[in-house]
């Protein structure tokens, strides 16, 4: 399984911004997929994960403002970012934990990483 990280930019605080992160390849079911960030200096924290059957769990710091969704259907997850702080200034990478269909070995996966950057 791949993925391919893609949304992010430059944008002033209070703003808002999508990430989406698209799995590809084949002979895998996603279990979940989630959204982490490293800012500079600061280890990678978890901030949003959904599940197959659709349960989401959000960092405290971005309760309320970040959305995330999925289409299961093209294997797509997006994060919808509003309100955004200087401090949600990070690189967010997507991870996916998958399961092989044909040997259930679990697989896990990161994307390469988008940069948003919030001015204020």
């Known amino acids: 399984v791949q993925l391919q990280a893609s949304g992010g930019g430059s944008v002033q605080a209070g703003g808002s911004l999508r990430l989406s992160c698209a799995a590809s390849?084949?002979?895998?079911?996603?279990?979940?997929i989630d959204w982490y960030r490293q800012a500079p200096g600061k280890q990678r924290e978890l901030v949003a994960s959904?599940?197959?059957?659709?349960?989401?769990d959000y960092a405290d710091s971005v309760k309320g403002r970040f959305t995330i969704s999925r289409d299961n259907a093209k294997n797509t997850v997006s994060l919808q970012m509003n309100s955004l702080k200087p401090e949600d200034t990070a690189v967010y990478y997507c991870?996916?934990?998958?399961?092989?269909?044909?040997?259930?070995?679990?697989?896990?996966?990161w994307g390469q990483g988008t940069q948003l950057t919030v001015s204020s």
């Open positions: 959904i599940t197959s059957a659709g349960a989401t």
């Open positions: 991870n996916v934990d998958a399961t092989d269909i044909r040997s259930a070995q679990a697989l896990d996966a």
């Open positions: 390849g084949s002979g895998f079911s996603i279990n979940a």
